[in-house]
């Protein structure tokens, strides 16, 4: 079972959505909207995860977020059919949804296979739907050209991307939670803005950097409990003695 939802949410899918929508978007947009991965999967924890709860700064916080994919996307965007950047910011929030569901369900599974088996089984499962999407699509393996950028583009999302990459992911769910484990995500705009700066040469928008810190801003409402706890925990400071059982239990490390 852990095999199958990895293969198909957090592999599968998620490439599938975050590379074809890829090509809509700047390399810092793309990466802002996958970073709304940690509001949604709260979302997703309400439903699957019963020890996960919301208050109204919680529900606020995932307005918020939603919030900051609307500025980074215009409303002008919005309300244009056909818009390519509407498309691109469609596929690559589907990939979002896809490694916050994927990555909740994954918490729910009791597994013995290590993080590296999981992603070797998760990678062949996700290779045969991804390529049974591409022959449905009317693509060929014909009409592939293997340049250099190519494949210098396959060898580093395929090793350090994921080989390396998603079994420490897998890892951190186990010892984390998803919630937790899904605060990587925020690094990514940070990165992929710097890189899409200096080889590609883009602009970063100012919309999107607004965006990107009201999706920062509802997260921190979203785990504003659990970021005071880690913080006092960095300090050295024992948990206040008004903390109720609830707190506790979803600092725990889960797996």
Same mark, same amino acid.
């Not at 959505?17 to 991965?37: D, E, M, N």
């Not at 990514?188 to 200096?198: E, F, K, N, R, Y």
């Not at 659990?226 to 903390?243: F, H, K, T, W």
């Given at each position: 079972?852990?095999?199958?939802?990895?293969?198909?949410?957090?592999?599968?899918?998620?490439?599938?959505?975050?590379?074809?929508?890829?090509?809509?978007?700047?390399?810092?947009?793309?990466?802002?909207?996958?970073?709304?991965?940690?509001?949604?999967?709260?979302?997703?924890?309400?439903?699957?995860?019963?020890?996960?709860?919301?208050?109204?700064?919680?529900?606020?916080?995932?307005?918020?977020?939603?919030?900051?994919?609307?500025?980074?996307?215009?409303?002008?965007?919005?309300?244009?059919?056909?818009?390519?950047?509407?498309?691109?910011?469609?596929?690559?929030?589907?990939?979002?949804?896809?490694?916050?569901?994927?990555?909740?369900?994954?918490?729910?599974?009791?597994?013995?296979?290590?993080?590296?088996?999981?992603?070797?089984?998760?990678?062949?499962?996700?290779?045969?739907?991804?390529?049974?999407?591409?022959?449905?699509?009317?693509?060929?393996?014909?009409?592939?050209?293997?340049?250099?950028?190519?494949?210098?583009?396959?060898?580093?999302?395929?090793?350090?991307?994921?080989?390396?990459?998603?079994?420490?992911?897998?890892?951190?769910?186990?010892?984390?939670?998803?919630?937790?484990?899904?605060?990587?995500?925020? !690094? =990514?705009?940070?990165? @992929?803005?710097? #890189?899409?700066?200096?080889? %590609?040469? &883009?602009?970063?928008?100012? +919309? !999107? =950097?607004?965006?990107? @810190?009201?999706? #920062?801003?509802?997260?921190? %409402?979203? &785990?504003?409990?659990?970021? +005071?706890?880690?913080?006092?925990?960095?300090?050295? #400071?024992?948990?206040?003695?008004?903390?109720?059982?609830?707190?506790?239990?979803?600092?725990?490390?889960?797996?």
């Amino acid at each position: 079972m852990a095999v199958v939802i990895a293969g198909l949410f957090l592999s599968g899918f998620n490439a599938a959505l975050l590379f074809t929508g890829q090509q809509y978007l700047t390399t810092g947009t793309a990466a802002v909207i996958f970073s709304l991965v940690p509001v949604l999967a709260p979302l997703f924890a309400i439903v699957l995860l019963p020890e996960e709860k919301f208050d109204f700064l919680g529900m606020i916080g995932i307005l918020l977020g939603l919030g900051g994919v609307t500025i980074i996307v215009g409303l002008n965007s919005i309300s244009t059919t056909g818009n390519a950047a509407l498309l691109g910011v469609t596929l690559v929030g589907g990939a979002a949804v896809a490694v916050a569901f994927g990555s909740v369900l994954l918490s729910k599974t009791d597994r013995s296979i290590s993080g590296i088996g999981m992603t070797a089984w998760a990678l062949v499962l996700a290779a045969g739907v991804v390529h049974g999407l591409s022959l449905l699509m009317g693509e060929s393996p014909g009409d592939v050209t293997l340049t250099f950028g190519a494949l210098v583009a396959i060898f580093w999302v395929g090793v350090p991307a994921t080989a390396v990459a998603f079994p420490a992911y897998y890892g951190l769910i186990d010892r984390a939670g998803p919630v937790r484990a899904n605060l990587i995500s925020y !690094t =990514v705009p940070l990165v @992929a803005t710097g #890189v899409g700066a200096i080889v %590609l040469d &883009e602009v970063v928008p100012v +919309r !999107t =950097v607004f965006g990107f @810190a009201v999706i #920062v801003i509802g997260f921190t %409402l979203i &785990e504003r409990q659990n970021l +005071r706890d880690e913080i006092r925990r960095l300090r050295g #400071v024992p948990a206040s003695p008004d903390q109720d059982e609830e707190h506790i239990c979803e600092s725990a490390p889960r797996g």
